[in-house]
Nanobody, 125 residues
Framework: QVQLVESGGGLVQAGGSLRLSCAASARTFSRLAMGWFRQAPGKERMFVAAIGWSGGNTRYAESVKGRFTISRDNAKNTVSLQMNALKLEDTAVYYC??????????????????WGQGTQVTVSS
């Protein structure tokens, strides 16, 4: 069983930055592919970014490429999402997810086995 706890959400002005973190309670964190998803009010949960086991394999949604960076620290069992140049449309609840079957980053929500409770990110004008 893997538990995921997100932190770092909050209110930020457009153009600003936030860093989200996800702490995982997992004995084999280095064998989990990790992802970030987000869900805006009234919308489906959408892929944001993902990272493979070693951190060398990453994927991003087109809408966040060049602005967001996903990284992981296998020694600390954490995965982070650095979000820069935030836009109003980035407002959402952000979820951390983990999956144990693939070494590479995957964008499919159905591939993920474990989910955190989410952290709210609100971007204001």
């Amino acid at each position: 069983q893997v538990q995921l706890v997100e932190s770092g959400g909050g209110l930020v002005q457009a153009g600003g930055s936030l860093r989200l973190s996800c702490a995982a309670s997992a004995r084999t964190f280095s064998r989990l592919a990790m992802g970030w998803f987000r869900q805006a009010p009234g919308k489906e949960r959408m892929f944001v970014a993902a990272i493979g086991w070693s951190g060398g394999n990453t994927r991003y949604a087109e809408s966040v490429k060049g602005r967001f960076t996903i990284s992981r620290d296998n020694a600390k069992n954490t995965v982070s999402l650095q979000m820069n140049a935030l836009k109003l449309e980035d407002t959402a609840v952000y979820y951390c997810a983990a999956e144990s079957s693939r070494w590479y980053a995957t964008a499919a929500a159905g591939d993920y086995d474990y989910w955190g409770q989410g952290t709210q990110v609100t971007v204001s004008s």
